[in-house]
Structure formats: structure tokens, C-alpha cells
């Protein structure tokens, strides 16, 4: 099984950041990033990645790889945008291409639910569009829109190395159940030791302004917190 994961655009491309300038390829590739590593642990999987962190690539330079090479499976990692300032748009939504291919609507459809289920962002469902990487790619290919960085709630989420394995573990999730993908055996000659996992909570506060004080002085200190509702 051979899978191509896309990080959307690049890291100079114009246009593609949020309103306070983050970039939306310092999360794509941080997903991709994640996702390849998930993948890595599953029997017979080889993950390649037609971006760079370095400069921009083109679509035909990436798509060209990705069909040179007859990968099984293409699946785009981005975030969205409605716009270039602050609005109320949210949500996750997957994209085939126009003609619904069976197998890329199955593997679209099974990721779409794993986002939705596993970050809680609204279910804008599984669309049709004419893009580039969706028409001359000549396997499977999918293209996910991970939330809005034009939200102000949503691009806190993907600024979050938290929400960002989170997205990661959605896709591989949706990719290894429609495509039976098994785990590599782990040989060991100890019975397995269940880890303790620790949760950190900072106080809960009945007025939203206070909470958010809090997270500006633990950004300040290097900290990377998460507002919850």
C-alpha cells in the first residue's frame, strides 16, 4: 500500500493565512507530519509526501510525483478560509473530485466521520470539486479541510499541537479502516505495561474573559493551552 500525503500549498504561499498571519501550511504539514508517522506503524504501508517545507510546490510538480510513482492513495491536508477577515464559518468538509469516484467517496466518507467525531467541529459533509489535485491525480484521492482559520475559535484549535494529532489520527483512521490496514506485530517477551496518562486542568471559570486572561499569560510562558467550553 503506498500513500500520498499533500500538505496543501507551501510555506510562502500568498493569501494562505489567517487574518493574525498563521499560515496554513504550518498545520498542514504539521498533520502530515503526524499522519505519517500513525501510518508507519501499519504492515506493508509506505507514506511519501510530494510537499516541502522548504519552498513552494507546484500542483502539477505534485501530482505528476504522486502518479510517477502509482500510489495507491492521495489525501490532501488543508485548512479552510471563507474570506480574508474574522467571520463566523466553521467546520470540517472532505472533497472528491466531480465525477464521485465509488472508492475516494467510501475513503472520503469514512474520514469526514473520524474529523467530525474526534475533533467536535460541525459536519459540513462530504462535497464534489474540480480541483487540481482531485482531477489529474489517476488513483484515489480525497482532500480534507480541517476547520477554519478565518474563525478566531477554530484557528486557536489549529495552532494546537493537540488538535493537530487529532486531525492526524482522524485521516489514518479513516484511510486504514477502508482499507484493512493492519498493525505491525510487536514482539516483546513482557506482558504489556498499560501507561498512566496525567491531565492538566488550570481552574475552570464561570466568566469566559477570565479564562482567557489565563491563556494569554500561560502563551506568554511558553505554554500552549486549549480553551474549552
Same mark, same amino acid.
Given at each position: 500500500?503506498?500513500?500520498?500525503?499533500?500538505?496543501?500549498?507551501?510555506?510562502?504561499?500568498?493569501?494562505?493565512?489567517?487574518?493574525?498571519? +498563521?499560515? @496554513?501550511?504550518?498545520?498542514?504539514?504539521?498533520?502530515?507530519? +503526524?499522519?505519517?508517522?500513525?501510518?508507519?506503524?501499519?504492515?506493508?504501508?509506505?507514506?511519501?509526501?510530494?510537499?516541502?517545507?522548504?519552498?513552494?510546490?507546484?500542483?502539477?510538480?505534485?501530482?505528476?510525483?504522486?502518479?510517477?510513482?502509482?500510489?495507491?492513495?492521495?489525501?490532501?491536508?488543508?485548512?479552510?478560509?471563507?474570506?480574508?477577515?474574522?467571520?463566523?464559518?466553521?467546520? $470540517? @468538509?472532505?472533497?472528491?473530485?466531480?465525477?464521485?469516484?465509488?472508492?475516494?467517496?467510501?475513503?472520503?466518507?469514512?474520514?469526514?466521520?473520524?474529523?467530525?467525531?474526534?475533533?467536535?467541529?460541525?459536519?459540513?459533509?462530504?462535497?464534489?470539486?474540480? +480541483?487540481?489535485?482531485?482531477?489529474?491525480?489517476?488513483?484515489?484521492?480525497?482532500?480534507?479541510?480541517?476547520?477554519?482559520?478565518?474563525?478566531?475559535?477554530?484557528?486557536?484549535?489549529?495552532?494546537?499541537? $493537540?488538535?493537530?494529532?487529532?486531525?492526524?489520527?482522524? $485521516?489514518?483512521?479513516?484511510?486504514?479502516?477502508?482499507?484493512?490496514?493492519?498493525?505491525?506485530?510487536?514482539?516483546?517477551?513482557?506482558?504489556?505495561?498499560?501507561?498512566?496518562?496525567?491531565?492538566?486542568?488550570?481552574?475552570? +471559570?464561570?466568566?469566559?474573559?477570565?479564562?482567557?486572561?489565563?491563556?494569554?499569560?500561560?502563551? @506568554?510562558?511558553?505554554?500552549?493551552?486549549?480553551?474549552?467550553?
Amino acid at each position: 500500500m503506498k500513500i500520498m500525503l499533500d500538505a496543501g500549498h507551501g510555506p510562502n504561499t500568498p493569501g494562505k493565512r489567517s487574518p493574525d498571519n +498563521f499560515k @496554513e501550511f504550518e498545520f498542514n504539514s504539521k498533520v502530515a507530519d +503526524f499522519a505519517k508517522e500513525l501510518l508507519n506503524e501499519y504492515k506493508d504501508v509506505t507514506v511519501y509526501f510530494d510537499h516541502s517545507k522548504k519552498e513552494d510546490v507546484p500542483l502539477k510538480e505534485r501530482t505528476d510525483k504522486a502518479n510517477k510513482l502509482r500510489v495507491d492513495c492521495y489525501v490532501s491536508i488543508h485548512a479552510n478560509a471563507y474570506g480574508t477577515t474574522w467571520n463566523d464559518a466553521e467546520g $470540517i @468538509e472532505t472533497y472528491v473530485y466531480v465525477t464521485k469516484p465509488k472508492e475516494a467517496m467510501e475513503l472520503a466518507k469514512k474520514v469526514q466521520k473520524n474529523l467530525v467525531i474526534r475533533t467536535g467541529l460541525s459536519d459540513r459533509g462530504v462535497k464534489t470539486a474540480d +480541483f487540481h489535485v482531485l482531477r489529474e491525480t489517476t488513483m484515489t484521492a480525497i482532500l480534507c479541510e480541517c476547520g477554519f482559520y478565518t474563525n478566531k475559535k477554530e484557528v486557536a484549535l489549529l495552532k494546537s499541537k $493537540i488538535y493537530q494529532k487529532t486531525c492526524a489520527e482522524a $485521516i489514518v483512521k479513516g484511510i486504514a479502516d477502508q482499507y484493512h490496514l493492519k498493525k505491525e506485530d510487536v514482539k516483546t517477551t513482557n506482558p504489556p505495561v498499560k501507561k498512566k496518562q496525567y491531565r492538566v486542568q488550570i481552574g475552570a +471559570f464561570e466568566k469566559k474573559e477570565n479564562a482567557q486572561d489565563l491563556i494569554k499569560e500561560l502563551k @506568554e510562558k511558553g505554554y500552549d493551552p486549549i480553551l474549552v467550553e
